[in-house]
């Protein structure tokens, strides 16, 4: 069973919507829940987030944390084409030896028609 | 400041083949990792350090040996590659503060095809 799971898998939308990407996650030992953006190449940072109902904006995208809910949401307004990649949504955990690595979701492939 | 790099970009084993994939980071991070990204599947790590001459197994580590003489650097090797292993792989590193990692930092990734 996948721990950490993305809703949609894919999404195509017009250049100007707004868009919702979402993300569950298991509990068992949480330290933080992270955003990636993968165009061709390596993953690049978004947020991290380890408090709940704080939002964290960078731009027109933003995110949120619910940690009672154990879901977060990556918001994307006025979407341009530069914004047309696969998102991920990572869980960090530990074990108490320090770090042990993020689990990733499948990835959300968004594409911005223009 | 390159961050993270990796060598080599590209390569084409055959079965049985070995090989050793270098990863290197310039920014004194403690942490260094391994993942692999095959179509469906998302990232997975394979193993992961905490610390120069440290090393752990991840969620995917069979087939796989780490090393990490120096900080900067982590090397992956394949001792007798194998079709499954063709994939592409990225290497990845972080800080810590106090107890807290901050992000992970990607390098561009590694194309690995076993014939």
């Known amino acids: 069973e996948d721990k950490v799971v993305q809703s949609p898998l894919s999404l195509v939308v017009h250049e100007g919507d707004t868009v919702t990407l979402n993300c569950s996650y298991e509990v068992t030992n949480f330290r933080s829940l992270l955003w990636y953006k993968q165009e061709k190449k390596a993953p690049t940072f978004l947020f991290m987030l380890t408090s709940s109902g704080i939002e964290k904006k960078s731009g027109r995208l933003s995110s949120i944390l619910d940690k009672k809910e154990l879901f977060s949401i990556l918001n994307i307004t006025a979407t341009q084409t530069g914004d047309s990649a696969v998102y991920l949504c990572?869980?960090?955990?530990?074990?108490?030896?320090?770090?042990?690595?993020?689990?990733f979701g499948k990835g959300t492939h968004l594409i911005i028609q223009p | 400041n390159a961050g993270v790099t990796q060598t080599p970009k590209f390569r084409v084993l055959k079965t049985g083949q070995s090989m050793t994939l270098l990863c290197a980071q310039d920014?004194?991070?403690?942490?260094m990792y391994w993942y692999r990204q095959d179509p469906g599947m998302g990232l997975r790590l394979i193993h992961y350090s905490v610390g120069e001459g440290t090393t752990a197994k991840g969620e995917v580590p069979d087939g796989y040996n780490v090393s990490r003489l120096k900080k900067q650097n982590f090397l992956l090797g394949l001792e007798s590659a194998a079709p499954s292993q063709t994939s592409v792989y990225f290497c990845?590193?972080?800080?810590?503060?106090?107890?807290?990692?901050?992000?992970?930092?990607f390098g561009p990734g590694t194309r690995l095809t076993v014939t």
């Open positions: 990572a869980e960090e955990s530990y074990s108490g030896g320090g770090a042990d690595g993020l689990t």
């Open positions: 920014m004194n991070h403690e942490y």
């Open positions: 990845a590193s972080s800080a810590t503060r106090g107890r807290k990692n901050t992000e992970q930092y």
